[in-house]
């Protein structure tokens, strides 16, 4: 199959031998790169020599099409004064960009990867053109290779694999989200690559891309969190299996060394954490304290022939190491990549890992204070010191997301509604921001015409920024606030549980322990949880309509389509009978504020240890 007809090809999967070839086409972004063999990016050629390679890996990780700086910082350590932090302006693509190719004018041999989540949870300037500005970006910032993030398969795999290959989605003609909002779109100019995401024919992605640099290869290879099916919509993973992580990146690492590629770097889309919960450590502090999760046990049972491990997911930074090898994470939005300087012995074709240098930097942008970025700067050894203080945004990407944000604006400013104050969705997962969208969606559903339900319930993990108070209450609440907060487009559905259902519904957000994030409910149910009681006995005194719960009756309960379909693992809603569509969670949302000012109501669950 060429190139050609791999872009058209159908809805059914692409093998691991065709997307290989597709990598070679949309592969390379560097301007000073030639295309090599198929998965190969070879730089500037060089004359043989003893003297290690340089090469310059840059990652960033959980962009989530963050492309406006808006209000992103970073608190960081204030090298200048021990102990104290900087509270600093962060983000932005342009910034980023600029910043990437400070760090590239001093490394001849370079790759930009992005580690997962590069779209998805997105806000409007993204998700309202299909993130097809988000690729877009990449393209210009010089990405090389991506891996997939469990976010890359929120809209399924034929939307996946068209974000790659170009061309405009289907349009529905009252759709506010837009495809090829500003011409044809191109796709992506870089593959991307996942080890452990499998077809009944063999691999979604490729599971490895390598780098040319002079004499030796760099390999690259890419996994996604096992745990992907229960973090998004499950028809969207349907015929997919997502295999253990550890086993898939050391069989591709075992054919990369049997083709001498001996450099290899993992990007890994699990995480991990530093630092006590609520309190993060030091991105750069190499003691790495209270260093933990999922991550850390994949990781231990990677190859040692692995020389960097690229992570993602958990939103954390860190520079780590674990089993004598870097593992590095850039917290998330763009605030920050990931620098490793490898040295590879052209002899070998190996990293020499007692030479290898790493580093978190700070995407620092227009509006971050001089005084700020000369402290931080200082605080860097070169070159990293003149890459950190010299960089500016990039001009091109600059105007690229302008162009967005300008077709984006009369959508995102139409003002729908208004607040009484501001509603977070901080928490123990239940928060003011999840209260007022789950009693929205049962305003919308509690007619006997619409569904006849009783009550509603929000997952946490879909309600994605606050919706802010601007100004003197009630506030002025525009489509772009609600976009951003609820970025999914689901829709809701009506289903009936028995009473004995219900429990076993509210126990399952025990499955991450006693301090697991909970659902916001609407009004109508209330009960208590008790966070020490033992498993399957944490839910107490649930009433729903001020009754106590039958375990024998019959509830009509709404709930997006997204936790209908068994998401965020509360495989209890999958047994729902009765089911009864309803419309888009956003539609919702406006309708309710429509009638009156929107608040979170009171707290519906009584937390006790």
């Known amino acids: 199959m060429n190139a050609n007809a791999l872009l058209r090809a159908p809805r059914a999967l692409i093998n691991l031998a065709a997307l290989t070839a597709l990598a070679a086409t949309l592969g390379l972004a560097a301007c000073s790169t030639a295309t090599g063999p198929a998965g190969e990016r070879t730089t500037a050629a060089a004359s043989p020599t003893s003297e290690p390679i340089?090469?310059?890996?840059?990652?960033?990780?959980?962009?989530?099409?963050?492309?406006?700086?808006?209000?992103?910082?970073?608190?960081?350590?204030?090298?200048?004064?021990?102990?104290?932090?900087?509270?600093?302006?962060?983000?932005?693509?342009?910034?980023?960009?600029?910043?990437?190719?400070?760090?590239?004018?001093?490394?001849?041999?370079?790759?930009?990867?992005?580690?997962?989540?590069?779209?998805?949870?997105?806000?409007?300037?993204?998700?309202?053109?299909?993130?097809?500005?988000?690729?877009?970006?990449?393209?210009?910032?010089?990405?090389?290779?991506?891996?997939?993030?469990?976010?890359?398969?929120?809209?399924?795999?034929?939307?996946?694999?068209?974000?790659?290959?170009?061309?405009?989605?289907?349009?529905?003609?009252d759709d506010?989200?837009?495809?090829?909002?500003?011409?044809?779109?191109?796709?992506?100019?870089?593959?991307?690559?996942?080890?452990?995401?499998?077809?009944?024919?063999?691999?979604?992605?490729?599971?490895?891309?390598?780098?040319?640099?002079?004499?030796?290869?760099?390999?690259?290879?890419?996994?996604?969190?096992?745990?992907?099916?229960?973090?998004?919509?499950?028809?969207?993973?349907e015929g997919l299996q997502f295999i253990d992580e550890a086993k898939a990146i050391n069989e591709a690492a075992a054919a990369l060394q049997a083709q001498g590629v001996q450099a290899l770097v993992v990007t890994l889309h699990e995480g991990a954490e530093i630092g006590s919960p609520g309190k993060p450590a030091d991105w750069n502090d190499a003691s790495c304290p209270g260093l933990r999760g999922e991550a850390i046990d994949i990781i231990r049972r990677i190859t040692p022939a692995v020389d960097l491990i690229l992570t993602a997911h958990t939103h954390q930074g860190y520079n780590c190491m674990v089993d004598g090898r870097p593992v590095m994470q850039a917290v998330s939005y763009g605030r920050g990549l990931s620098v490793a300087d490898l040295r590879i012995d052209p002899r070998s074709a190996d990293v020499i890992r007692s030479q290898t240098q790493a580093r978190n930097l700070p995407v620092l942008n227009a509006r971050t204070e001089p005084g700020h970025r000369e402290r931080l700067a200082a605080g860097e050894s070169e070159p990293l010191r003149t890459a950190l203080a010299t960089a500016r945004p990039d001009p091109a990407i600059s105007q690229l997301v302008q162009r967005y944000t300008q077709a984006a604006e009369p959508q995102a400013q139409r003002v729908v509604g208004r607040i009484t104050t501001a509603l977070d969705r901080r928490g123990m997962g239940d928060s003011p921001a999840g209260r007022l969208v789950a009693q929205a969606q049962w305003e919308a559903t509690r007619s006997p015409a619409t569904g006849g339900s009783q009550f509603a319930l929000m997952n946490p993990g879909g309600i994605r920024t606050d919706l802010a108070c601007r100004g003197t209450p009630p506030c002025e609440v525009t489509y772009g606030d609600l976009f951003s907060m609820q970025p999914f487009g689901n829709?809701?559905?009506?289903?009936?549980?028995?009473?004995?259902?219900?429990?076993?519904?509210?126990?399952?957000?025990?499955?991450?322990?006693?301090?697991?994030?909970?659902?916001?409910?609407?009004?109508?149910?209330?009960?208590?949880?008790?966070?020490?009681?033992?498993?399957?006995?944490?839910?107490?005194?649930?009433?729903?309509?001020?009754?106590?719960?039958?375990?024998?009756?019959?509830?009509?309960?709404?709930?997006?389509?997204?936790?209908?379909?068994?998401?965020?693992?509360?495989?209890?809603?999958?047994?729902?009978?009765?089911?009864?569509g309803g419309g888009q969670d956003l539609d919702a949302m406006m309708a309710y504020l429509r009638k009156g000012p929107g608040e979170g109501g009171n707290p519906r669950i009584t937390l006790e240890n």
């Open 176 to 237: 506010p989200v837009k495809s090829c909002a500003l011409g044809r779109y191109q796709g992506a100019r870089f593959p991307m690559v996942s080890a452990n995401v499998r077809t009944a024919n063999g691999t979604l992605l490729p599971p490895s891309w390598v780098m040319k640099a002079g004499p030796v290869k760099v390999g690259v290879i890419g996994a996604v969190t096992r745990q992907t099916p229960q973090l998004v919509v499950p028809s969207g993973v």
């Open 491 to 580: 829709s809701l559905v009506v289903m009936s549980l028995t009473g004995a259902e219900v429990r076993e519904l509210l126990e399952q957000q025990q499955r991450g322990g006693p301090n697991a994030p909970l659902m916001s409910p609407s009004s109508g149910l209330t009960y208590r949880w008790s966070r020490q009681a033992p498993p399957g006995q944490r839910a107490r005194e649930i009433r729903i309509d001020g009754k106590p719960l039958d375990p024998q009756a019959t509830y009509r309960v709404t709930v997006n389509s997204f936790m209908a379909e068994g998401g965020d693992g509360y495989t209890v809603l999958q047994r729902g009978r009765a089911r009864l």
């Open 54 to 173: 340089h090469v310059r890996v840059i990652a960033f990780n959980d962009l989530h099409g963050n492309l406006e700086p808006g209000n992103l910082t970073l608190t960081l350590a204030d090298p200048t004064q021990p102990g104290a932090t900087l509270r600093v302006a962060t983000g932005g693509a342009d910034a980023m960009a600029g910043l990437v190719r400070s760090l590239r004018a001093g490394a001849p041999h370079s790759m930009v990867v992005s580690s997962g989540d590069l779209i998805g949870a997105t806000p409007l300037v993204s998700a309202l053109f299909r993130h097809e500005s988000t690729v877009e970006a990449a393209n210009l910032m010089g990405v090389n290779v991506a891996t997939a993030g469990n976010h890359e398969f929120d809209a399924g795999t034929p939307e996946l694999l068209r974000i790659l290959r170009g061309g405009c989605a289907d349009q529905k003609a």
